[in-house]
């Protein structure tokens, strides 16, 4: 069994409007904080089942004031909107760098499908 990839720097980037996270096997990700903002992994925005999911719409400008540490297995972000309950594991910044342009562009699509937009404030 392999261990896990391990973060080697987490680095808040542009004010807070984007988060850098590099790995021990080399791989680096820039994520901006608008996508960890509507990809939280918090019950507030994940639900407790897919169909609770929301898609959260106006957070275009949004940025990071803090990254705390959470045991050795993760961070929460502090977002300049008041959200702060996601818990972000290595595996879950691991996945979503992996996988942030698809990410992004199903965001998009999810906004447009409800009648949100990345500039107004709503969720459905």
């Known amino acids: ?3 896990e990839p391990w ?3 987490i680095r808040l980037l ?3 409007r984007a988060l850098r996270v590099a790995f021990d096997d080399g791989e680096a ?3 901006s904080a608008e996508l960890l903002r509507v990809r939280s992994p918090s019950a507030e925005v ?3 089942s897919p169909a609770d999911q929301k898609t959260v719409g106006g957070k275009r400008n949004v940025a990071i004031m803090t990254v705390a ?3 050795n297995y993760a961070v929460r972000l502090d977002f300049d909107d008041m959200h702060r309950t996601g818990i972000y594991t290595w595996r879950y910044l691991r996945k979503l760098g992996e996988t942030a342009e698809q990410s992004f562009v199903a965001y998009l699509e999810e906004l447009k499908a409800k009648g949100l937009d990345r500039d107004r ?3 459905k």
């Open 29 to 31: 990700f820039t994520l």
């Open 1 to 3: 069994m392999t261990a």
């Open 69 to 71: 540490p959470v045991g």
């Open 7 to 9: 973060p080697t720097e």
């Open 14 to 16: 542009d004010d807070g």
């Open 121 to 123: 404030p709503g969720e």
């Open 46 to 48: 994940q639900g407790h």
